[in-house]
């Protein structure tokens, strides 16, 4: 029984749109590398961090961090330098601020 939910939770999780995230601790665990920008201008994505799972968006930068990895639709890790990233972000101070500045970089969190 327990594998079958494991095995069906991996499943349903595989094809839901990633916005509930989890930070890894080593590079080579996450599935997108990024880097937090300074100012807004430089960023591929505006990222707002929501209080619970059920605010967390459809790929608009809406996010919430979950307190395990097997809860999370993404892994990510954050970089020290921005050229070792895949995405660029910044965080906003406002939900309404959170959206894709740069579409091309959008198909990392399907």
């Known amino acids: 029984m327990r594998l079958f939910l494991t095995i069906a939770t991996i499943f349903i999780t595989s094809h ?3 916005q509930k995230v989890y930070s890894v ?27 619970y799972s059920s605010q967390a968006g459809k790929n608009d930068g809406r996010w919430f961090f979950v307190e395990y990895a097997s809860q999370a639709d993404k892994r990510i890790f954050f970089t020290e330098y921005a050229s070792q990233a895949d995405i660029l972000i910044y965080f906003t101070e406002y939900a309404s601020q959170a959206k894709w500045k740069k579409k091309e970089k959008i198909h990392l969190f399907y």
Request: proline share 0%; charged share 25%; hydrophobic share 45%.
């Open 16 to 18: 839901v749109v990633a």
């Open 25 to 51: 601790e080593y590079a080579s665990q996450a599935d997108i590398k990024v880097f937090v920008v300074k100012y807004e201008s430089q960023t591929d994505l505006s990222v707002f961090k929501v209080d």
